[in-house]
Structure formats: structure tokens, C-alpha cells
């Protein structure tokens, strides 16, 4: 199982990136997506969550109203479309798979891609 993040770059607050993930070995719609970030210094944290097979989704408070996670269930994707975005969103983002409908905890999934950078400035 692979999972890809990517979308990241630099952008200006009040600005938008659309961050996607991609997998293989896996089907999206029989698990529960997350996205996480770590953001510098700190450690990772829940921001967005998809249960595929009910279509429930959850949200950090901090991102609640800002950042929307979709699908794409023929390319077998899911995005985080950011906008908004505040100097403090700025962090390397992970999505990642589990089973546990609804979760918010990262322990509870158990692939992971690699991160990808979303920068914010000023």
C-alpha cells in the first residue's frame, strides 16, 4: 500500500491550494481518509476527516469553515481544498487510511504517505 500527498507549495494568506492523495494497493472507499499536519515544532495533528462508506466528514475547529475535504471515487482520490489560509496553517500535511469511522486520533490510522509542504506567509 502507497499513499501519495501532494498539492503543497507557497502561498500567500487569504490564498487556496488544493491538496490531493492518491493511492494504490488500497481502495478508498472501504476505509476512513484523514488529513494531518505537522506543523513546525509541534506535534502532528487531525485536520480533516472522510468516513467514505456513510460520506461523514470532520473537521478541525481551526480549519472548520476554510478547508473541505472530497473524493474522486473513479481516480481513487481525496482532496483537502484550503482556502482561506492563514500564516498558522502553514505545516507539512499527510493524509493517511484506517478503519475506525469518524476518527480524529492518528493512532487509529495505520498507512501514511509522506508530507507535503503548504507554506503561508504574510
Known amino acids: 500500500v502507497q499513499l501519495q500527498a501532494s498539492g503543497g507549495g507557497l502561498v500567500q494568506a487569504g490564498g487556496s491550494l488544493r491538496l490531493s492523495c492518491t493511492a494504490s494497493g488500497i481502495t478508498f472507499s472501504s476505509h476512513n481518509v484523514g488529513w494531518f499536519r505537522q506543523r513546525p515544532g509541534l506535534e502532528r495533528e487531525f485536520v480533516a476527516s472522510f468516513t467514505w462508506s456513510v460520506g461523514v466528514k470532520n473537521y478541525a475547529d481551526s480549519v472548520k469553515g476554510r478547508f473541505t475535504v472530497s473524493k474522486d471515487i473513479a481516480e481513487n482520490k481525496v482532496y483537502l481544498e484550503m482556502n482561506n489560509l492563514k500564516p498558522e496553517d502553514t505545516a507539512d500535511y499527510y493524509c493517511?487510511?484506517?478503519?475506525?469511522?469518524?476518527?480524529?486520533?492518528?493512532?487509529?490510522?495505520?498507512?501514511w504517505g509522506q508530507g507535503t509542504l503548504v507554506t503561508v506567509s504574510s
Open positions: 493517511a487510511v484506517g478503519r475506525i469511522a469518524f476518527s480524529k486520533s492518528a493512532a487509529d490510522y495505520y498507512y
